[in-house]
């Protein structure tokens, strides 16, 4: 068994990766579960994202905020244009399922044909700084990774919950009629959700420049983690995103610091599974 220290470690860095997860899974669940829309080009987004972080951080050396402050206004307006498309050919969700998996591999092509597929690591000066709570140690840029999506989970639940769009787009996903019978315009408040899910994917693409390696198969691997992290969390419950997705990275770290690091990708779906035979109606 390993020590309480390296165990109180573990949890810590999975409660920092899980807040990336959740970041990566609030704009899909909002997407999937308000505009019936399983939105798969929510990853190659997010990779994009960091693939231009890095770009414009070492070719243009500029901050990552900076860069943060330029790709998310683009991402907004992408996401609107994705919706648009996806509005004209009236794509429902099973189809958007496989419509998106094209864009998604559409875009994994040309993220490898302009920056090849080799490994690319930004290399910035908060890359190795960390704080020390007692025993343990915090990586800032995880830290600040984790606290962003906590700060969006939360306020993407305010808006959905207090105001008059987020009730607007609640009402259009459950009655798309009755609410324009009331006055909703559906169609607009599609298109405002589209790009606030795809302006998320450039915050979560901003950090996974900051934090990981970089790789065009590379979100592949985040797909099914994801996957997990929504469908556990809810659709369209930002804060159950939040929360699972710091469950699995919990999860996950244990499970590599008491077993082995290859049992860890068997965590996610062995608590969505089980998540799924306790509470079918959940799916």
């Known amino acids: 068994m390993p020590s309480l220290t390296l165990l109180g470690q573990s949890v810590v860095s999975g409660l920092l990766a899980g807040g990336l997860y959740a970041l990566l899974a609030l704009g899909l669940s909002l997407s999937w579960g308000l505009l019936r829309l399983v939105n798969l080009a929510h990853f190659a987004l997010a990779f994009l994202g960091a693939y231009l972080t890095y770009q414009l951080g ?37 189809t958007s399922l496989l419509v998106t998996f094209g864009v998604t591999v559409i875009v994994e092509s040309l993220v490898q044909w302009y920056w090849t597929a080799d490994f690319r690591r930004y290399e910035t000066p908060w890359a190795s700084h960390s704080f020390r709570v007692g025993a343990f140690y915090v990586p800032a840029l995880e830290l600040a990774a984790c606290l962003t999506a906590t700060a969006l989970a939360l306020g993407t639940w305010a808006w959905l919950r207090f105001t008059f769009v987020g009730k607007a787009l609640r009402a259009s996903a459950e009655d798309p009629a009755i609410a324009a019978a009331f006055g909703v315009n559906h169609r607009a408040q599609g298109f405002l959700l589209s790009g606030v899910a795809a302006a998320y994917a450039g915050v979560a693409g901003a950090f996974i420049a900051l934090i990981s390696t970089l790789a065009p198969s590379q979100m592949w691997a985040w797909l099914g983690v994801v996957f997990a992290v929504v469908i556990i969390g809810g659709l369209a419950n930002p804060i159950g995103a939040l929360l699972a997705g710091l469950l699995i990275g919990v999860s996950e770290s244990v499970t590599m610091a008491v077993a082995a690091p290859a049992w860890a990708p068997l965590v996610s779906f062995s608590i969505l599974i089980g998540l799924l035979i306790l509470r079918p109606g959940r799916a």
């Not at 500029?62 to 992408?78: D, E, G, K, M, Y």
């Open 58 to 94: 070492t070719a243009g050396g500029l901050a990552p905020w900076t860069s943060a402050l330029c790709i998310v206004p683009l991402f907004f307006v992408l996401g609107l244009g994705l919706h648009g498309i996806f509005t004209w050919f009236r794509v429902k969700e099973f």
